[in-house]
Antibody, heavy 120, light 108 residues
Framework: EVQLLESGGGLAQPGGSLRLSCAASGFTFSSYAMSWVRQAPGKGLEWVSAISGGGGRTYFADSVKGRFTISRDNSKNTLFLQMDSLRAEDTAVYYC?????????????WGQGTLVTVSS | EIVLTQSPGTLSLSPGERATLSCRASQSVSSNYLAWYQQKPGQAPRLLIYGASSRATGIPDRFSGSGSGTDFTLTISRLEPEDFAVYSCQQYGSSPRTFGQGTRLEIK
């Protein structure tokens, strides 16, 4: 069974940083691109960032480009999202989502999400 | 970027009834690369439909997707109690991938 478990959310001050992690199991992690998708309170889903299976290609939404970094450790089946220069508008539940072998398609498995709150 | 508009915002129906949810794109979705997800409070989103009309693994056949170009529909033929949730569409025909704002399906 495919499982994705996010961690690392919490309260951060504007301008601060947080690092999210997503532990994956039940599939060959390195064979699939992975993404982060967020949902602000009362809003729809928003794709944030994606990374190729090998980690060599990364993609970002314009809203986070230059502030967020995505990476993965295939030896530990773990996906990361480093969030710097956080803003109030980054407040959201962040989901880890399994992409297809190539990034840019639909998401066939999602984690439960981790809440990030940016506030002073 | 492609903007997806879902309607209605909220749909109130009874178990056993038929539900029809709409997703309209601001421009044509390439190759009909349109997916639908179900989301319940506190739970992970679940993929229902991809490629506009292909059911994901394990999805009951009461769920069906149709449409092309800019107009897409998710139909639930006969509502079960567990179907009351929020449904979102997503396009992956062009970058960046975008989602609709969701339709809340509630029990009447």
């Amino acid at each position: 069974e495919v499982q994705l478990l996010e961690s690392g959310g919490g309260l951060a001050q504007p301008g601060g940083s947080l690092r999210l992690s997503c532990a994956a199991s039940g599939f060959t992690f390195s064979s699939y691109a992975m993404s982060w998708v967020r949902q602000a309170p009362g809003k729809g889903l928003e794709w944030v960032s994606a990374i190729s299976g090998g980690g060599g290609r990364t993609y970002f939404a314009d809203s986070v480009k230059g502030r967020f970094t995505i990476s993965r450790d295939n030896s530990k089946n773990t996906l990361f999202l480093q969030m710097d220069s956080l803003r109030a508008e980054d407040t959201a539940v962040y989901y880890c989502a399994k992409d297809q072998p190539v990034a840019g398609y639909y998401f066939d498995c999602w984690g439960q999400g981790t809440l990030v709150t940016v506030s002073s | 970027e492609i903007v997806l508009t879902q309607s209605p915002g909220t749909l109130s129906l009874s178990p056993g009834e038929r539900a029809t949810l709409s997703c309209r794109a601001s421009q044509s979705v390439s190759s009909n690369y349109l997916a639908w997800y179900q989301q319940k409070p506190g739970q992970a989103p679940r993929l229902l439909i991809y490629g506009a009309s292909s059911r994901a693994t394990g999805i009951p056949d009461r769920f069906s997707g149709s449409g092309s170009g800019t107009d897409f529909t998710l139909t639930i033929s006969r509502l079960e109690p567990e179907d009351f949730a929020v449904y979102s569409c997503q396009q992956y025909g062009s970058s960046p991938r975008t989602f609709g704002q969701g339709t809340r399906l509630e029990i009447k």
